[in-house]
């Protein structure tokens, strides 16, 4: 059983940054790959970006590819998600997940078995 907090969602404005952080409670947190996903009003939820177990390998939607950067610390059991040059279309309700398979890292929504609460970042023009 894994459970996952996010936190450090807010409103900021375009250009801004924000970072997004994930605690992971439960099963040995560096034994397994952690994505961010988010969904916007109206729309499907959607991958943002994911890290393998060891921080090894990490990829990224054309969308956020070289403003955003996630990055894992094993020994805190947290993931985080720096997301800077916000743009108003970045706006959505970001989710951290696990994917519980060992040695898996994938950019698959239904592969990922655990998902946080969410926490809603806002980005005005």
């Known amino acids: 059983q894994v459970q996952l907090v996010e936190s450090g969602g807010g409103l900021v404005q375009a250009g801004g940054s924000l970072r997004l952080s994930c605690a992971a409670s439960?099963?040995?947190?560096?034994?397994?790959?952690m994505g961010w996903f988010r969904q916007a009003p109206g729309k499907e939820r959607e991958f943002v970006a994911a890290?393998?177990?060891?921080?090894?390998?990490?990829y990224y939607a054309d969308s956020v590819k070289g403003r955003f950067t996630i990055s894992r610390d094993n020994a805190k059991n947290t993931v985080y998600l720096q997301m800077n040059s916000l743009k108003p279309e970045d706006t959505a309700v970001y989710y951290c997940?696990?994917?519980?398979?060992?040695?898996?890292?994938?950019?698959?929504?239904?592969?990922?078995?655990?998902w946080g609460q969410g926490t809603q970042v806002t980005v005005s023009s």
């Open positions: 890290i393998s177990w060891s921080g090894g390998s990490t």
């Open positions: 439960g099963r040995t947190f560096s034994r397994y790959a």
């Open positions: 997940a696990a994917d519980l398979t060992f040695g898996r890292v994938t950019v698959q929504r239904n592969a990922y078995d655990t």
